[in-house]
């Protein structure tokens, strides 16, 4: 049987056809995608910076300031033996000016000290609890104002750099 010479040139037609169709379509999809893609990244690398965002400077670190005092030798409350504390302490305050107006008030900074750890047994200062509460009251009393219209020192921080209990 002979086939019709149309029906041949229709059957090589329709092949060509389709893979020319397809073969438009995919080059079609590839111009979108670059042209999208290279639209996306000039409007990337064309935009402007925000002049609303805040920009943050963090201002270094400030040295600490500590002011050292002279070693107190104190005698403690007796329980039940009479028992004397040798303490060395430096104080850390807000700025050097604080740590001016503490040496300026010294004698009256001491006195206060002195009178706290007087105060004291051997058991009250002898454990690490004992020792945080009474760096807590020394702070407390030193924070104190030394006159009735002055306000409060601004100490930080008490460090023991030694303390000797005999």
Same mark, same amino acid.
């Given at each position: 049987?002979?086939?019709?010479?149309?029906?041949?040139?229709?059957?090589?037609?329709?092949?060509?056809?389709?893979?020319?169709?397809?073969?438009?379509?995919?080059?079609?999809?590839?111009? #979108?995608?670059?042209?999208?893609?290279?639209?996306?990244?000039?409007?990337?690398?064309?935009?402007?910076?925000?002049?609303?965002?805040?920009?943050?400077?963090?201002?270094?670190?400030?040295?600490?300031?500590?002011?050292?005092?002279?070693?107190?030798? #104190?005698?403690?409350?007796?329980?039940?033996?009479?028992?004397?504390?040798?303490?060395?302490?430096?104080?850390?305050?807000?700025?050097?000016?604080?740590?001016?107006?503490?040496?300026?008030?010294?004698?009256? #900074?001491?006195?206060?000290?002195?009178?706290?750890?007087?105060?004291?047994?051997?058991?009250?200062?002898?454990?690490?609890?004992?020792?945080?509460?009474?760096?807590?009251?020394?702070?407390?009393?030193?924070?104190?104002?030394?006159?009735?219209?002055?306000?409060?020192?601004?100490?930080?921080? #008490?460090?023991?750099?030694?303390?000797?209990?005999?």
């Amino acid at each position: 049987m002979a086939l019709d010479p149309k029906s041949e040139e229709a059957a090589a037609a329709a092949p060509a056809t389709s893979s020319k169709k397809k073969l438009i379509i995919i080059i079609a999809a590839a111009l #979108v995608l670059l042209g999208g893609g290279g639209g996306a990244a000039w409007y990337f690398m064309h935009q402007k910076p925000d002049h609303k965002k805040e920009v943050k400077h963090e201002e270094p670190a400030k040295a600490p300031v500590f002011v050292t005092l002279e070693t107190f030798t #104190v005698n403690l409350q007796p329980d039940p033996d009479e028992k004397f504390l040798q303490l060395d302490l430096s104080m850390q305050v807000a700025s050097p000016e604080a740590a001016e107006l503490l040496k300026t008030q010294m004698p009256a #900074v001491r006195n206060r000290l002195l009178m706290l750890l007087t105060s004291k047994t051997a058991t009250d200062i002898s454990s690490m609890e004992g020792k945080q509460q009474l760096s807590d009251e020394i702070i407390a009393e030193v924070k104190k104002p030394f006159s009735a219209d002055a306000k409060p020192q601004e100490v930080t921080g #008490v460090f023991f750099t030694s303390f000797v209990i005999q």
